[in-house]
Nanobody, 124 residues
Framework: HVQLVESGGGSVQAGGSLRLTCVIS????????KGWFRQAPGKEREGVAG????????HYHTSVKGRFTISMNDAENTLYLQMNSVKLEDTATYYC??????????????????WGQGTQVTVS
């Protein structure tokens, strides 16, 4: 079965950078959607970024466009989220997620089938 383990979260000052890492195992699709979503206390889950590994096409939530970059290392089965110029409103628990279907990314990657335990990002 699919397992995802996130790491790299922590505390960072506004304007700083952080890189989240997600090691993926058990994913049998070479072309599917992988992504990151977040959830802040008292708020709904929010898709942050997605990547369709078939074409390496990416998409981002408007609030992070130009600041965050999603990437995938196929050889290491590792998904990354580079977070630059972070803002207070980026504070949340971040989850990586994987689709169980060989398709392009849905509009909201928080709807993907599998996700990890999450990693906390706190911006002050």
């Amino acid at each position: 079965h699919v397992q995802l383990v996130e790491s790299g979260g922590g505390s960072v000052q506004a304007g700083g950078s952080l890189r989240l890492t997600c090691v993926i195992s058990g994913d049998s699709f070479s072309r599917n959607c992988k992504g990151w979503f977040r959830q802040a206390p008292g708020k709904e889950r929010e898709g942050v970024a997605g990547i369709y590994t078939g074409r390496r096409s990416t998409h981002y939530h408007t609030s992070v466009k130009g600041r965050f970059t999603i990437s995938m290392n196929d050889a290491e089965n590792t998904l990354y989220l580079q977070m630059n110029s972070v803002k207070l409103e980026d504070t949340a628990t971040y989850y990586c997620a994987v689709d169980h279907q060989p398709r392009t990314c849905p509009a909201d990657v928080s709807e993907l089938d599998y996700w990890g335990q999450g990693t906390q990002v706190t911006v002050s």
